[in-house]
């Protein structure tokens, strides 16, 4: 879990930004339904509060060709599975895009073996911020479509089982200093 990057006061600020935006949303899920009790999660808001990691945004590679907007899990997995000898993975979560004001969207980007980001879909827009989940199994990086929290298909099997063993990689930084969110 290293990560040669600084961590700014602004950055640490928006990353709790968003880390509240997924605690509104977990309290919201809880008040809307019932999850069953021997399911792992309640909702993937549960999911990214109890596995998510902080990830640093640095500068993209000069080389690095921007992907299509609005693909960004099979465009994160392509790029990951296209560089996986280069020791990256994919990353699922929420994102933080400002162009004048918050908005906290649902993304994917990869992650270096140092924590830092890159982001084959997004520009490098300074005010950005990620917390989410780095998966380490290919198996499970979604290249063609729809993200492993935003498909039914997908997020159902991991909010009743969880992640299998070792799928997840140990990247980033913790949401909080105990690790707990």
């Known amino acids: ?8 006061s602004s950055l640490v600020l928006a990353e709790d930004r968003l880390i509240d935006h997924l605690r509104q949303h977990a309290a919201l899920s809880e008040a809307a339904h019932r999850t069953p009790e021997d ?9 990214l509060l109890t596995l ?8 993209s590679p ?5 992907m299509p907007d609005r693909f960004c899990y099979s465009n994160a997995a392509r790029y990951a599975l296209a560089h996986r000898d280069e020791g990256v993975v994919y990353a699922e979560g929420f994102a933080l895009t400002h ?5 906290y969207l649902p993304h994917a980007w990869i992650v270096r073996s140092d924590g830092t980001v890159l982001d084959p879909t997004w520009d ?3 005010g950005r911020a990620y917390v989410g989940i780095p998966v380490a199994d290919s198996r499970l ?7 492993l929290l935003q498909d039914f298909d997908r997020t159902l099997p991991l909010l009743r089982n969880g992640f299998p063993r070792h799928a997840l990689a140990d990247l980033g930084r913790p949401l909080t200093a105990e690790g707990h969110p």
């Open 39 to 47: 399911w792992t999660y309640r909702s993937q808001f549960h999911l």
């Open 52 to 59: 998510s990691r902080r990830f640093t945004p640095t500068p």
């Open 99 to 103: 162009a004048g004001l918050d908005v």
């Open 141 to 147: 990086w979604p290249v063609d479509s729809g993200g």
């Open 62 to 66: 000069d080389d690095l060709v921007k």
């Open 1 to 8: 879990m290293t990560n040669s990057a600084p961590h700014t």
């Open 124 to 126: 490098d827009a300074p």
